[in-house]
């Protein structure tokens, strides 16, 4: 069945000034190089399609930090800022685009109380983490080396983006987790390019541009003949 596609949500007047006016020139930009040169507008989509937006943390959010027992960890060239609490049995958390290991935080405090210890982290690029770009391959590789560096898990835990995160490590990586928690999982990843597209109104020829040219960039790490269905 296909999708109903949704208008640009970033119209509404629920966003800020900036955030209308950057959608509105992005979308003008994509809309001039995508007709006269769109495999050079497919990279520039990549780009922008890998940088995650970072916003203030809530009140809430930084307080649950302060309760943490948080660090900085060297993983895979990267600093990574890490929040445990509690003690027992480890569960890890995922988080979504844009998010931070601390919107996690009301889980956090119910898994405390129960028992259990609970591990968040902040993606590369993401919160206090080192980075302005990242993918998801390598955020996965963040999450595999972190959850073997606990061992065995009770659970991860993936929201959104994290958990197609926590899908990947599971079925690539096989990590040591008893149970996987899902919420609002993506299942096409086809889907989130084409809704990334529309929401900068790039056509087709430029998404696909876009999917081109990350087979390219990643064909070392996945095999060249993989294909975005593979993720």
Not at 102 to 123: I, R
Not at 155 to 175: N, T
Request: proline share 5%; hydrophobic share 45%; with cysteine.
């Amino acid at each position: 069945m296909k999708r109903k596609q949704a208008g640009n949500p970033f119209n509404s007047h629920k966003f800020p000034l900036r955030v209308r006016l950057f959608f509105a020139t992005m979308r003008k930009l994509f809309g001039i190089l995508g007709s006269v040169a769109p495999k050079l507008a497919g990279k520039l989509a990549l780009r922008l399609f890998m940088t995650p937006p970072r916003f203030p943390a809530p009140r809430r959010e930084r307080l649950a930090v302060q309760n943490s027992h948080h660090q900085l960890q060297q993983i895979n060239g990267q600093q990574i800022a890490v929040y445990r609490w509690g003690e027992g049995e480890p569960i890890l958390f995922s988080h979504g685009w844009g998010g931070r290991g601390s919107h996690f935080h009301a889980l956090v405090e119910v898994l405390v109380e129960a028992g259990y210890q609970a591990v968040s982290f902040d993606a590369p690029a993401h919160g206090q983490s080192s980075g302005k770009r990242t993918n998801m391959l390598e955020v996965t590789n963040t999450l595999v080396t972190l959850a073997e560096s606990l061992g065995p898990l009770k659970a991860v835990v993936g929201h959104s983006f994290g958990s197609g995160i926590a899908l990947l490590a599971m079925s690539r990586f096989q990590i040591a987790a008893e149970k996987l928690i899902l919420f609002s999982c993506f299942d096409d990843i086809y889907w989130v390019t084409d809704q990334f597209g529309e929401a900068f109104g790039m056509s087709p020829e430029v998404i696909g541009a876009m999917r081109h040219e990350a087979q390219r960039r990643y064909a070392k790490q996945l095999g060249s003949a993989w294909q975005w269905r593979d993720l």
